[in-house]
């Protein structure tokens, strides 16, 4: 009886380990199913195709583009359209940078003069001529004497001309109030012919010399048959 009620007791022992370890195994690969079931967070790696998708919103960098906007400093090309006549051009430090030419090819006989003249950099003459003379057949054999009158001065970098003749230094009231210089900055060795001589009441300094130059002290040799005199409320140099 007893070895009868034994038999039974290791029965049920076994047959109880054996449930568990079924029920074990039985959950616990439930339970990776389950896992695979988090594996549906690979779904949330649909929030990577969100990320991909904003990744498409970086295409805005596209919109970078508008550095392409950038293109308009090929407005700097406008800078070409006056390729004709470049800056350099008229570019200056002093005034001695300048000379006043003619705006048309042939001007006055070669000269410039009245509402034909403007001031060019003299390292420039060339080019400013060719450009003027561009198509033109020739001019007239003939040869003109330059108006000392309109002088070239630099202003602010630029070549500009001057008519004395509309400039206050040359404003006077009777002869006296006039003298002859030349229309350069220093007198001393300075040509006085007919294309250089003038006649001022005030002082052009600022307009034929550079800043800080100083002249040589010395009288210049004027010419004996040249005269200052006040004439329509201008000093004008005339020669006899």
Request: net charge negative; aromatic share 2%; with cysteine.
């Given at each position: ?85 470049p800056d ?99 007198g001393c ?52």
């Amino acid at each position: 009886m007893r070895h009868l009620l034994g038999m039974m007791c290791l029965g049920l022992v076994v047959a109880a380990c054996g449930g568990e370890t079924d029920g074990a195994t039985s959950g616990g690969s439930g339970g990776s199913g389950g896992s695979a079931g988090h594996g549906g967070s690979a779904g949330h790696g649909g929030s990577a195709g969100h990320t991909a998708g904003q990744g498409g919103s970086a295409g805005s960098a596209g919109h970078g583009g508008s550095a392409g906007h950038g293109g308009s400093a090929g407005s700097a090309g406008h800078g070409g359209g006056d390729a004709g006549e470049p800056d350099v051009w008229t570019y200056c430090d002093v005034p001695s940078d300048c000379q006043v030419v003619p705006v048309s090819c042939c001007g006055n006989c070669g000269v410039a003069g009245r509402g034909d003249a403007r001031a060019v950099a003299v390292d420039y003459l060339a080019d400013v001529r060719a450009a003027a003379c561009d198509g033109n057949v020739g001019c007239p054999a003939c040869a003109g004497s330059r108006d000392p009158t309109l002088i070239a001065t630099c202003v602010a970098n630029r070549c500009e001309v001057v008519d004395l003749q509309q400039h206050p230094a040359t404003e006077c009231r009777v002869d006296s109030d006039c003298r002859l210089r030349t229309n350069l900055c220093c007198g001393c060795g300075a040509p006085h012919g007919f294309e250089d001589l003038i006649a001022v009441s005030g002082n052009i300094s600022d307009l034929v010399c550079a800043p800080d130059s100083a002249c040589p002290e010395c009288e210049p040799v004027l010419p004996t048959n040249a005269h200052p005199v006040c004439d329509g409320g201008r000093c004008q140099v005339v020669w006899r």
